[in-house]
């Protein structure tokens, strides 16, 4: 198994920009998080899914932020738009409950710098 | 998260010392995962507790959860180079799981 991949693994953009960062969970998992990883916050649940569907987004900082899944397996978190203060690493992770254990599979990650 | 708070913050030892990080939550825990996160990458489940009392070991990590399920320890045996990394403990809550702000542990050769 490839385990959780993200795309791209570094991006670079202009403060105004549209950001849109990918993941692809492990096969047969059925929850989907994206996280939000800085030094001065730690590392932060921004939205999850389950079976697809958005189960809880309270952790997304402002309108800025969206997320999707339209299938089950893809998901994309857009930031439109960019500010530097969204500069963070973001991670995606997979789970699948149904294993008794929740053990969450994360991605390398996505670095993300707005300047 | 400060409903999660772990200590020391970082850690700095000399390779084959043992070591003890600890997680401490104000309310009960119904399930603590420790994850371990190299610099720049991302997290690697390392265990799962659940029950009061309960002890588990990988390779040279043991990990507890006390009786009253509101701490748990990690210890490092022998420390290695490689166990270098940041330590993060995380509690259960429904789907999600929330994340202690880390301990940095740093092993001299």
């Known amino acids: 198994d490839a385990g959780v991949i993200q795309s791209p693994r570094h991006e670079v953009t202009e403060m105004g920009q549209e950001v849109t960062l990918r993941c692809k969970p492990i096969?047969?998992?059925?929850?989907l998080f994206w996280y939000r990883q800085t030094m001065m916050r730690g590392l932060e649940l921004l939205i999850y899914?389950?079976?697809?569907?958005?189960?809880?987004d309270s952790g997304m900082p402002e309108d800025r932020f969206s997320a999707k899944m339209p299938n089950a397996s893809f998901s994309t978190l857009k930031i439109q738009p960019s500010e530097p203060r969204d500069s963070a690493v973001y991670f995606c992770?997979?789970?699948?409950?149904?294993?008794?254990?929740?053990?969450?599979?994360f991605g390398p990650g996505t670095r993300l710098t707005v300047t | 998260s400060q409903e999660l708070e772990q200590s020391p913050q970082s850690l700095i030892v000399q390779e084959g010392k043992n070591l003890t990080i600890n997680c401490t939550s104000s309310?009960?825990?119904?399930?603590l995962y420790w994850y371990k996160q190299k610099y720049g990458e991302g997290l690697i489940f390392l265990m799962m507790?659940?029950?009061?009392?309960e002890e588990k070991s990988h390779e040279k990590i043991t990990a507890k959860l006390d009786e009253k399920k509101q701490q748990s320890s990690l210890h490092i045996t022998a420390s290695q180079p490689s166990h270098a990394g940041i330590y993060l403990c995380?509690?259960?809550?429904?789907?999600?799981?929330?994340f202690g702000a880390g301990t940095r542990l740093f092993v001299k050769a």
């Open positions: 992770a997979s789970s699948h409950p149904g294993t008794g254990t929740y053990e969450q599979y």
């Open positions: 096969s047969g998992h059925n929850s």
């Open positions: 899914f389950n079976n697809n569907v958005p189960i809880d």
């Open positions: 309310k009960t825990l119904y399930g």
């Open positions: 507790l659940q029950k009061g009392g």
């Open positions: 995380g509690a259960v809550l429904g789907f999600k799981t929330i």
